[in-house]
């Protein structure tokens, strides 16, 4: 992890730049990096530089030596497009509830390595903020995908509701205006799904249109009965018993047509009554 970056993050932005577009939707979550976004920057030409002048890598193990950021040769076109972060994550950058405490144990980082990255965010934070980008350290989200979200928001992104984003590439409101009723779910459905799932993101949208929502899920865990009433008519699980979970994964797409099927003919039959 010391050694990792987010450089590759800048390829893709740069190829997308060079194709002439002008809008970004990026999705944050699930990185391999805690570098603050430090790769992708420098990817995008800014220079991360040692007391001595010299250039450093962008990584957790060589920005230990960080005295400043050099942002003047940032690409320009970045100046004219819209960035829009795609993330459910609501943590800031730093500190206990920062991306290297609660992400770096999930990549592998023990108690020390926790207190280094830390460490190593709150260096290329302040050194972004002394080269006259805005302080975004304590905003929700910086925390994302090892401090990706940080970098993109100190050059202008907007954060938004991962869900959100979705729903309106794909015209989601669109579809469900008029509809009878709709039809969404998550491999698991929870407490957590009203905490920015897709499924809660689904009930917001069908709310606004007063369309009732059913969900279905392969399973369901604690609080799962609580959603009822919440924005869903009904939570259904899709598993007609106990099983394993390769089962549970081969047979999926049966087991989801089957409760669709079980439950659009409750419908129809309490229609008829």
């Not at 969404?184 to 799904?193: A, C, I, N, R």
């Not at 949208?205 to 059913?214: C, D, F, L």
């Not at 609580?226 to 999926?252: H, K, Q, W």
């Amino acid at each position: 992890m010391l050694h990792s970056s987010s450089l590759g993050v800048a390829d893709l932005v740069r190829d997308a730049l060079d194709n002439a577009a002008n809008r970004f939707i990026i999705g944050l979550g699930g990185s391999a990096t805690t570098d603050c976004g430090a790769g992708m920057l420098a990817g995008l030409g800014v220079k991360w530089l040692a007391a001595d002048g010299s250039e450093l890598a962008p990584n957790p193990a060589a920005l230990a030596d960080l005295d400043r950021a050099d942002l003047s040769g940032l690409d320009p076109r970045l100046a004219d497009v819209e960035i829009d972060l795609a993330c459910d994550v609501t943590n800031p950058l730093l500190g206990p509830h920062g991306s290297a405490a609660v992400f770096g144990p999930q990549k592998g980082a023990g108690p020390d390595d926790v207190r280094y990255l830390d460490g190593i965010l709150e260096k290329v934070a302040e050194a972004l903020v002394a080269a006259g980008a805005p302080d975004v350290r304590e905003e929700p989200g910086a925390g994302a995908a090892g401090g990706l979200g940080a970098a993109f928001l100190a050059i202008g992104a907007r954060m938004r509701r991962g869900a959100e984003v979705v729903a309106e590439a794909a015209h989601l409101a669109e579809a469900i205006d008029g509809a009878d009723f709709v039809l969404t779910g998550e491999g698991g459905m929870d407490f957590q799904t009203l905490s920015g799932k897709t499924p809660a993101g689904v009930v917001d949208v069908a709310g606004r249109y007063g369309v009732p929502v059913i969900a279905f899920a392969g399973t369901l865990g604690r609080g799962a009965d609580d959603l009822v009433g919440r924005g869903f008519e009904a939570v259904v699980p899709i598993m007609p018993g106990p099983g394993t979970l390769a089962d549970a994964l081969a047979d999926g797409p049966n087991n989801l047509e089957r409760a669709a099927a079980t439950a659009m003919r409750l419908i129809k039959l309490g229609a008829a009554g």
